[in-house]
């Protein structure tokens, strides 16, 4: 059974440019949420998707967008990068949305934006 | 507004020694609180977590928590630490409805031999 698979592992990008993340869920989990990790820190929340809609989010600027396809597997979208966006970018899955289920987190994908 | 602290950023003990990692938390209500473990270079592990009822919770590889109200408190506990236990551990606490983790700064143990 696999885990929570995350696309690309690693990513270099400058500023101002788009980045697409990728994120697929544990078998039969249908709630995906983002969490970005700075250098030295703990994860933060992005937002979270359940039935295709975002449907709670975090302090973060609106150039951070998602998605959520059928199939449960979700997108995470970043427009205009900052320096300040390099980060570990995680994607955890659960089924049940607030049932408190465990979250299932990815390995991730680290971003450099130069 | 809900907060976790972790307050040792770097924890160094021989291997075998035992250990505690300590957690505080911020919470309106009962928390879902919750003990991750990080490897270099991967994501977040589960070690235990607490919803309700008994306030000791045992978890994987040999850890426990303990869950004191009193002094808002999930400090996490391993009698006997294991070389292969040097990682980034992170405490979270659960939002109720929606599953939203908030997250510490983490605690980084170092092991020696």
Known sequence: ?????????????????????????????????????????????????YEEEERQRGNFPDRFSGHQFP????ELNVN?????DSALYLCASSLLRGSQETQYFGPGTRLLVL | AQSVTQPDIHITVSEGASLELRCNYSYGATPYLFWYVQSPGQGLQLLLKYFSGDT??????????????????FNLRKP???????AEYFCAVGAIDTDKLIFGTGTRLQVFP
């Not at chain 1, 788009?18 to 709630?31: A, E, F, I, M, N």
């Not at chain 1, 199939?71 to 979700?74: Q, R, V």
């Not at chain 1, 205009?80 to 300040?84: D, E, N, P, Q, V």
């Not at chain 2, 006997?80 to 040097?86: G, T």
Request: with cysteine; aromatic share 10%; glycine share 10%.
């Open chain 2, 56 to 73: 000791l919770v045992q978890g994987i590889k040999g850890f426990e928590a303990e869950f004191k109200r009193s002094q808002s408190s």
């Open chain 2, 80 to 86: 006997s630490v294991h070389w292969s236990d040097a």
């Open chain 1, 71 to 74: 199939n449960y597997s979700s």
């Open chain 1, 1 to 49: 059974d696999a885990g929570v698979t995350q696309s690309p592992t690693h990513l270099i990008k400058t500023r101002g440019q788009q980045v697409t993340l990728r994120c697929s869920p544990k078998s039969g989990h249908d709630t995906v949420s983002w969490y970005q990790q700075a250098l030295g820190q703990g994860p933060q929340f992005i937002f979270q998707y």
């Open chain 1, 80 to 84: 205009a990068l900052l320096l300040g």
